[in-house]
């Protein structure tokens, strides 16, 4: 199914629901104004001097939502109005679009959201397209039901369906215009209050648009989650991924396989005022390239509430991108990111936020590297929330 038909079924079952419980719920909007100032040594990764860049921007949030017993439903768009022009700079204009929809029973929660954005492919993971950043334009769709089938037993499926299309680069393109979809439904079974343990499974298929590629995937695994004290938790999943390429080309197809492991980890704590994470995981991927990207993420994060003003976040994190090419070889691509941020609740209403990061990426074989750093400080004013009715 395609994200428009997926986003056209979630609409069109958000207004069913709207009008059956418009009697009882309350609209509300809820907006967040902001104005933002970029500086970055390099923001496009680009092997070349003088490729700094400072930008202001506006940016408006004005999320509505409506509300009933058991049914909710809300719109959220999102504007940034950069002094920049185009998609390759580094504080680019964007538009997005979201809607999503939740109905609850005693047993299950259904879901469903559509979305679409044009954005600059600048910011999907430092993947650039040849010598610069560019417009990316995207379609979105959402299903899932989730359902307890007694106390300890829980049963959930989604399927969602996305459509990317990337502007002409400047220089040699290497970002494919695609289509997604996946389904994957799974178990989760409560031994104890401590405990739980979770099989999934799923299916893919990935189809650049210009039909020269495909990938046709599927993985299974297993996990367990458990509590390890109050304040302590962790979460292990593993199991196997198959993915299918086939390369259409002077009217024959051509056909490899990606097989290997796929797995999660992670080990939380959460306390009053702070929260650490430490996880890493592989798995395939949409990203613009040919196929199915393999991508192994290894994640350190930690926020501390210092004081009732001051909030404190800090990231590390390293991405490996593995993307099959034509003729059976791969392209390697290493990015580390380090992230910091301090968050000053000026006011009940005003919050000034200064962030700074480090990027670093290792392309190529042999590898090239480039490094990038950003700082940023953004001034945000959140609007009290108002009825509509």
Not at 30 to 46: K, R, T
Not at 175 to 189: C, I
Not at 356 to 367: V, W
Request: with cysteine.
């Amino acid at each position: 199914m395609t994200p428009a038909r997926l986003a056209l079924l979630a609409l069109a079952v958000a207004s069913v629901c709207a009008s059956e419980f418009s009697s009882a719920g309350v609209w509300g909007l809820e907006p967040q104004l902001g104005l933002s100032g970029d500086y970055s040594s390099n923001p496009a990764l680009l092997n070349a001097a003088g490729t700094a860049e400072s930008h202001a921007a506006l940016l408006l949030d004005a999320p509505t939502t409506y509300v009933a017993d058991a049914f909710k439903f809300s719109v959220l768009p999102r504007l940034r109005l950069s002094n920049a022009r185009g998609y390759s700079s580094l504080d680019s204009d964007y538009e997005r679009v979201d809607a999503r929809t939740e109905f609850d029973t005693e047993l299950s929660v259904w879901s469903a959201s559509a979305g679409v954005a044009r954005e600059s492919s600048l910011y999907r993971d430092y993947l650039t397209n040849g010598a610069a950043g560019v417009r990316r334009d995207t379609g979105s769709a959402d299903l899932n039901w989730d359902r307890h089938l007694d106390e300890r037993t829980e049963f959930t499926t989604d399927l969602n369906a996305q459509r990317v299309r990337y502007a002409a680069p400047v220089g040699t393109g290497t970002l494919t215009d695609y289509r997604y979809a996946s389904l994957n439904p799974g178990f989760t079974w409560a031994r104890s209050a401590r405990t739980k343990f979770s099989a999934t499974a799923g299916a893919g298929r990935y189809d650049s648009l210009d039909r020269r590629t495909e990938s046709r995937s599927s993985y299974a695994q297993i996990g367990v989650t458990h509590a390890l004290d109050a304040r302590w938790s962790a979460t292990v999943t593993a199991g196997y991924s198959r993915a299918l390429n086939s390369l259409a080309l002077f009217g024959r197809r051509f056909e490899s396989t990606q097989n290997g492991t796929v797995f999660s980890a992670a080990l939380t704590r959460s306390a009053e005022r702070s929260s650490l994470t430490v996880d890493a995981s592989r798995q395939l991927s949409p990203s613009g390239f040919a196929y199915l990207t393999r991508q192994d993420t290894y994640e350190i994060k930690a926020d501390h509430a210092a004081s009732e003003r001051w909030t404190l976040s800090g990231a590390a994190r390293r991405t490996s991108y593995r993307n099959p090419i034509v003729g059976g070889a791969s392209y390697a691509l290493d990015i580390t990111t380090v992230d910091l941020s301090a968050a000053y609740l000026w006011s009940r209403r005003w919050t000034a936020t200064l962030s700074a990061s480090r990027i670093l990426e290792h392309a190529g074989t042999p590898a090239i590297a480039i490094a990038a750093n950003s700082v940023s400080l953004l001034l945000s004013r959140k609007f009290d929330w108002t009825t509509l009715q």
